[in-house]
């Protein structure tokens, strides 16, 4: 199988705090993960590409300085949302790519709901 | 760019009928197109993919799309739905820019199926 888990589920922060969402493949090593964000019944929009060993790739619009991100190991990438406040608030889902017959196939992980109060 | 478009917010149906969630893209070039589910608070569970050949896919759940070049479509189908079918459902193209394998996905539809 191929399984990503997200770490935590959910999460709820004052204005102003550092959260960090960690994203993990478990049974896969995964050279490129992707991180996306679902505004409530919305569309999921990609904000980055995280690829191990190297910078992010940020979607146009996206702030590199506030969404960082980090992708250490084969099998984890993280994102953290700096100087979070409330317009941050979304449900944020990483998906993990991982070599199969007819092409890299993404696998999504079961996503994170960040609340900023 | 690669885009997908889903005309429906929802679509309703009863239990037992037949089930059609519609998807047209716009690509240069062949396109991958992936069908995901979405249920409340989870993430995207993948259904179907077309890459190439056939242009029946069949995925999980008994689930199946019908790629069509011509009407540049890739509509979801069931026989029969069941009431567990109820879900939000995305329609999604693969980028080919610079070399990403990142998603563009449809807007989304809701599926609501009736006992």
Not at chain 1, 50 to 63: D, F, H, L, M, P
Not at chain 1, 81 to 86: E, I, L
Not at chain 1, 100 to 114: C, D, I, V, Y
Not at chain 2, 48 to 72: C, H, M, P, R
Request: with cysteine; glycine share 8%; hydrophobic share 35%.
């Amino acid at each position: 199988g191929a399984v990503v888990s997200q770490h935590p589920s959910w999460v709820i922060c004052k204005s102003g705090t550092s959260v960090k969402i960690e994203c993990r493949s478990l049974d896969f090593q995964a050279t490129t993960m992707f991180w996306y964000r679902q505004f409530p019944k919305q569309s999921l929009m990609l904000m980055a590409t995280s690829n191990e060993g190297s910078k992010a790739t940020y979607e146009q619009g996206v702030e590199k300085d506030k969404f960082l991100i980090n992708h250490a190991s084969l099998t984890l990438s993280t994102l953290t949302v700096t100087s979070a406040h409330p317009e941050d608030s979304s449900f944020y889902i990483c998906s993990a790519s991982k070599n199969s017959k007819g092409g890299n196939e993404q696998f999504f992980g079961p996503g994170t709901r960040l609340t900023v109060l | 760019a690669q885009s997908v478009a889903q005309p429906e917010d929802q679509v309703n149906v009863a239990e037992g009928n037949p089930l059609t969630v519609k998807c047209t893209y716009s690509v240069s070039g062949n396109p991958y197109l992936f069908w995901y589910v979405q249920y409340p608070n989870r993430g995207l569970q993948f259904l179907l993919k077309y890459i190439t050949g056939d242009n029946l896919v069949k995925g999980s759940y008994g689930f199946e799309a019908e790629f069509n070049k011509s009407q540049t479509s890739f509509h979801l189908k069931k026989p029969s739905a069941l009431v567990s079918d109820s879900a939000l459902y995305f329609c999604a193209v693969r980028r080919m820019d610079t070399g990403r394998r990142a998603l563009t996905f449809g807007s989304g539809t809701r599926l609501q199926v009736q006992p």
